[in-house]
């Protein structure tokens, strides 16, 4: 596609529920990101694929938050037993293959979470 | 750990005017620098990426200036217009991105 899109753009869930989040990266950029923005912060970063491997997932909260990559292309972010706290913007980039760490990450519009 | 700092956090201007964004960061050790606007309620948009390696990048009347040894960053907007209206982030990369909390920046018709 021409750029990184991201489904649904809008979520609202009860406290307690199970959410899925989309990401599908531009074509043929093998490193995808995650990453979490609240209200009038800047994002932070969740967990990073280089193909279909986690390469850094240091950024992931707890361990109800999960997320996958197994073709290497389209992720999904789940998180089980949402709270409230959970609530936020969260946004997917990705980037080219090659030299990961100097390339240009292009930015989804994100999916806006709010826990009821 | 790095962290990121943004100066100032909010800005009004009259259009036609040159600004100057700030950013600084408290680990030199990074791999580039990336410069994002962000409109209200969207995603972030790439401006510009500066290689560690270089001193500065220009794209259109955006001039982005990179000093990697003391952790700083600037972004210059020329002749500014109301349609530069938006927040402003930088974020030093080394694995990933670590981000400010973003100018927010009104230019005034």
């Known amino acids: 596609g021409a750029g990184v899109s991201q489904t649904p753009s809008n979520k609202v869930t009860e406290k307690g529920k199970y959410v899925e989040l989309r990401c599908d990266p531009i074509s043929g950029h093998t490193a995808l990101y995650w990453y979490r923005q609240s209200l009038g912060q800047g994002p932070e970063f969740l967990i990073y694929f280089q193909g279909t491997g986690a390469a850094d997932d240091s950024g992931l909260p707890n361990d109800r938050f999960f997320a996958v990559r197994p073709e290497g292309s389209v992720s999904t972010l789940k998180i089980q037993r949402t709270e409230r706290g959970d609530s936020a913007v969260y946004l997917c980039?990705?980037?080219?293959?090659?030299?990961?760490?100097?390339?240009?990450?292009?930015f989804g519009p994100g999916t806006r979470l709010t826990v009821l | 750990k790095q962290e990121v700092t943004q100066i100032p956090a909010a800005l009004s201007v009259p259009e036609g005017e040159n600004l100057v964004l700030n950013c600084s960061f408290t680990d030199s050790a990074i791999y580039n620098l990336q410069w994002f606007r962000q409109d209200p309620g969207k995603g972030l948009t790439s401006l510009l990426l500066i290689q560690s390696s270089q001193r500065e990048q220009t794209s259109g009347r955006l001039n982005a200036s990179l000093d990697k040894s003391s952790g700083r960053s600037t972004l210059y907007i020329a002749a500014s217009q109301p349609g530069d209206s938006a927040t402003y982030l930088c974020a030093p990369l080394r694995g990933k991105l670590i981000f400010g909390q973003g100018t927010e920046l009104s230019v005034k018709p």
């Open positions: 980039a990705s980037s080219e293959e090659g030299a990961i760490s100097y390339n240009e990450q292009f």
